[in-house]
C-alpha cells in the first residue's frame, strides 16, 4: 500500500477512535486493533503530528499515582473525518471503475 495513503488512513483511524470520547494511547491501541495492527512506535507520533497541526488536543491527569494522557478531538479533527467520509466515496468509486467486469465477465481493470 502507498505510505501516503497508509498514513492518511492511520490517522483518521486514530481520530475515530477518539471522536465520541476523550481517550488515551493504550486504550486507543485497543479500539483500533481489531481493526488494524498498530503499534505503540507507530500511534505516539500519529498522536503527536495530529496535536501539531490542531486536530487534537491532550491533557494530563492523575490514574493510579501516574499521569496518564488523554487525548480530545478538535473541530479541525471532525472537518478532517467528515473530509475523509466525502474522499472515501471517491475512492469506492475508483475502485468499482478498476475492479469492474467487462461483458465476458472479465476483470477490466486488473
Not at 503499534?39 to 488536543?57: A, D, H, N
Request: hydrophobic share 35%; charged share 35%.
Amino acid at each position: 500500500m502507498d505510505i501516503q495513503l497508509k498514513r492518511g488512513l492511520l490517522d483518521v483511524c486514530v481520530l475515530a477512535s477518539i471522536k465520541s470520547s476523550d481517550s488515551y494511547g493504550y486504550r486507543m491501541i485497543k479500539d483500533i486493533k481489531p481493526y488494524l495492527d498498530i503499534s505503540e512506535s507507530t500511534l505516539y507520533p500519529i498522536l503527536r503530528r495530529l496535536e501539531s497541526v490542531g486536530m487534537i488536543t491532550v491533557r494530563s491527569e492523575e490514574f493510579n499515582g501516574r499521569l496518564r494522557k488523554y487525548y480530545h478531538i478538535t473541530p479541525a479533527g471532525k472537518k478532517r473525518l467528515s473530509d475523509f467520509s466525502q474522499e472515501w466515496k471517491e475512492m469506492d468509486a475508483i475502485y468499482q471503475y478498476v475492479t469492474r467486469e467487462d461483458d465476458e465477465g472479465d476483470k477490466v481493470g486488473i
